[in-house]
């Protein structure tokens, strides 16, 4: 059996957040010891394709969805998957984490951290899905693939539930939002709460200020 590290406290604060005039509510999410924090109006029952209203907004999939095959992890905000049988290097768009792999910098705070978590998501050994922005679906200036990475965890019930790597990783602090490549409107509004929200809590990364 596949066994998983803690990387947070099991208790945590249920504090509601306001977002286009809707709250959403920080919960735990888990899968035998594999634990985060996530918004409860984000997690969604069904994998991530068609489209679902979010909050005043429109938070859909309808984008391009592509299968990952035989992931693995570079740094905490960049993975090597396969997709359609050609290896690709992707960069997980709107999330910046500390560096653990810059030729030129040194190992930055919580990159460890945010290195080793996403490291444990593409372990899994599951079905990974990756969706492009309709706004920025070129590569970048390194020829890595930008979008979205999607994963699932196996409730109590037996129910996949579907997560959104990149917004994970903003809401348990090991990664900050991402603005320098252009991105969804929506998403970007839920990528600024997200960090608004670790920031507020110090978690991760902001837990030494």
């Known amino acids: 059996m596949k066994k998983y590290f803690i990387l947070i406290p099991v208790i ?3 504090i509601s957040v306001a977002f286009a005039g809707s709250t959403l509510t920080p919960i735990l999410a888990e899968e035998g010891t594999f634990r985060f924090i996530y918004f409860k109006e984000l997690i969604f029952n069904t994998p991530p394709v068609g489209k679902i209203i979010f909050p005043s907004q429109s938070w859909s999939f ?10 693995s992890t570079v740094d905490g905000d960049t ?3 396969y ?10 768009i709107g999330v910046d984490t500390p560096e653990t792999v810059h030729p030129f910098k040194e190992i930055q705070f919580y990159g460890k951290e945010a290195s080793s978590f996403t490291k444990n998501v593409t372990n899994m050994d599951k079905l990974m899905i990756i969706t492009c922005d309709p706004i920025n679906d070129k590569p970048d200036r390194y020829g890595r693939m930008l979008g979205y990475v999607w994963f699932y965890l196996v409730d109590s019930n037996g129910i996949k539930q579907w997560y959104l790597l990149n917004l994970v990783l903003i809401i348990n602090g090991y990664g900050k939002p991402y603005m320098n490549y252009k991105f969804r409107d929506d998403y970007q509004s839920i990528f600024t709460l997200a960090g608004e929200y670790a920031k507020d809590e110090h978690i991760g990364l902001w837990s030494s200020n």
């Open 12 to 14: 945590i604060l249920l």
């Open 62 to 71: 309808f984008e391009e969805m592509y299968p990952l095959f035989n992931s």
């Open 79 to 81: 993975v090597k998957a």
């Open 83 to 92: 997709i359609n049988e050609k290896k690709v290097t992707i960069r997980l």
